[in-house]
Nanobody
Framework: QVQLVESGGGLVQAGGSLRLSCAASGLTFSVYGMGWFRQAPGKEREFVAAIRSSGGSTYYADSVKGRFTISRDNAKKTVYLQMNSLKPEDTAVYYC????????????????WGQGTQVTVSS
């Protein structure tokens, strides 16, 4: 079965950095667009970043543009999210997801989801 396993979350001070990883199995990783979403307590899950199957195109939410970078390694079946200049408002559970859709910046486009990893940014 399809599994997406996130790692790399943790507690960091404002201004710090974290790198999230998402290892995929049970699917042909190279044909899926991959995305990162996050959900803070009491809020809806929101789009953070996405990358096309080939890695040729990336998309970001305005709130993270210039601070976060999504990348992928198809040989390792892994997608990454490098997060720099972290802010307290970035605190959330971060989820990776896989999509066969054309539009990949909405939750509805995604077929598979990981369990999430907690990111906490202290002020």
């Amino acid at each position: 079965q399809v599994q997406l396993v996130e790692s790399g979350g943790g507690l960091v001070q404002a201004g710090g950095s974290l790198r999230l990883s998402c290892a995929a199995s049970g699917l042909t990783f190279s044909v899926y667009g991959m995305g990162w979403f996050r959900q803070a307590p009491g809020k809806e899950r929101e789009f953070v970043a996405a990358i096309r199957s080939s890695g040729g195109s990336t998309y970001y939410a305005d709130s993270v543009k210039g601070r976060f970078t999504i990348s992928r390694d198809n040989a390792k079946k892994t997608v990454y999210l490098q997060m720099n200049s972290l802010k307290p408002e970035d605190t959330a559970v971060y989820y990776c997801a896989a999509s066969r859709g054309i539009i990949i910046n909405t939750r509805e486009a995604y077929n598979y989801w990981g369990q999430g990893t907690q990111v906490t940014v202290s002020s």
